[in-house]
T-cell receptor, first 113, second 116 residues
Framework: DQQVKQNSPSLSVQEGRISILNCDYT??????FLWYKKYPAEGPTFLIS?????DKNEDGRFTVFLNKSAKHLSLHIVPSQPGDSAVYFC????????????FGQGTELSVKP | GAVVSQHPSRVICKSGTSVKIECRSL??????MFWYRQFPKQSLMLMAT?????????EQGVEKDKFLINHASLTLSTLTVTSAHPEDSSFYIC????????????FGSGTRLTVV
């Protein structure tokens, strides 16, 4: 049972344009969401997070939007840069379960010069 | 920022042997650490939650006798893969929970285990 889903395994974007990565979830008990960037054979690096009481959080080029009614979140990267090329994972934390994270399958972003 | 140091980064072992992976929190106290595994091009799957001074909590389907977790101090958690088999070959990552930050979790660099 995949509680966090990233339905696009890959995304290709031109440098300078916007990258939009999507994530859907099924568990209404998730109260905190995070996006991570990961390179092969390395641990994930935190990008941005959002609490379920908010619908938007912004940090520089990265913005995360949360639509609780649709159980959907998205990560916007603008402008996209070649250095953004990596695998992006969304993760969700269930309320009152000790802080564990449930990850999506990841989306491989390729930003072309 | 908070750092988790994970060793070894890569290990190759023979079937039937045991392998220990260490995760140390370098500049914070991790009362809770999480262990994940990742198969190629797949998600990070939570294996277990490690709590300092108590038994680990394992996710459904994870054999606790095969994946031994010890969290003897606030800065060290270990995962031992016992009697390793080729199907245990995977990428193992630990994560420490950092209280009071907006990122909450910091990950180790991962261990690539290959069982031959």
């Amino acid at each position: 049972d995949q509680q966090v889903k990233q339905n696009s395994p890959s995304l290709s974007v031109q440098e300078g344009r916007i990258s939009i990565l999507n994530c859907d979830y099924t568990n209404s008990m998730f109260d905190y969401f995070l996006w991570y960037k990961k390179y092969p054979a390395e641990g994930p690096t935190f990008l941005i997070s959002i609490s379920s009481i908010k619908d938007k959080n912004e940090d520089g080029r990265f913005t995360v939007f949360l639509n609780k009614s649709a159980k959907h979140l998205s990560l916007h990267i603008v402008p996209s840069q070649p250095g953004d090329s990596a695998v992006y994972f969304c993760a969700a934390s269930p309320y009152n379960q000790g802080g564990k994270l449930i990850f999506g399958q990841g989306t491989e972003l390729s930003v072309k010069p | 920022g908070a750092v988790v140091s994970q060793h070894p980064s890569r290990v190759i072992c023979k079937s039937g042997t045991s392998v220990k992976i260490e995760c140390r929190s370098l500049d914070f106290q991790a009362t809770t650490m999480f262990w994940y595994r990742q198969f190629p091009k797949q998600s990070l799957m939570l294996m277990a939650t490690s709590n300092e001074g108590s038994k680990a909590t394992y996710e459904q389907g994870v054999e606790k006798d095969k994946f031994l977790i010890n969290h003897a101090s606030l800065t060290l958690s270990t995962l031992t893969v016992t009697s390793a088999h080729p199907e245990d070959s995977s990428f193992y990552i630990c994560s420490g929970y950092v209280v009071g930050t907006n990122y909450g979790y910091t990950f180790g660099s991962g261990t690539r285990l290959t069982v031959v």
